[in-house]
């Protein structure tokens, strides 16, 4: 799965897709909207039917010019886990100093 940035407004995921489709099976391509005003991000992702596909596209692509706008191409990261997911549970009050 390959990360998108700096997309025009104008992109769509039939654009996307396209422009990719060059490169390998596009099996998904996404764009990412605000969720209050369902406006576009700027970045969206590509998934590839294989990694080397992905990492063809992300040499190729990356730095190419797309609806008007530079575009950066990178392997997508993980999601990161949530904070709630992370963070230590509280177990009790807090302790103030002199407390053992």
Known sequence: KLFIG???QFATEDS???AFSRYGQVIEATIVTD???NRPKGFGFV???SEEEAHNARDLMNGKVLNGRVIYV???KAKPDRAA???PIARGPP???GDN
């Open 6 to 8: 700096g997309l025009s």
């Open 16 to 18: 996307l897709a396209e």
């Open 35 to 37: 969720k209050v005003t």
């Open 47 to 49: 998934k590839f039917a």
């Open 74 to 76: 990178d392997v997508a």
């Open 85 to 87: 997911d992370v963070l």
């Open 95 to 97: 302790k103030t100093i």
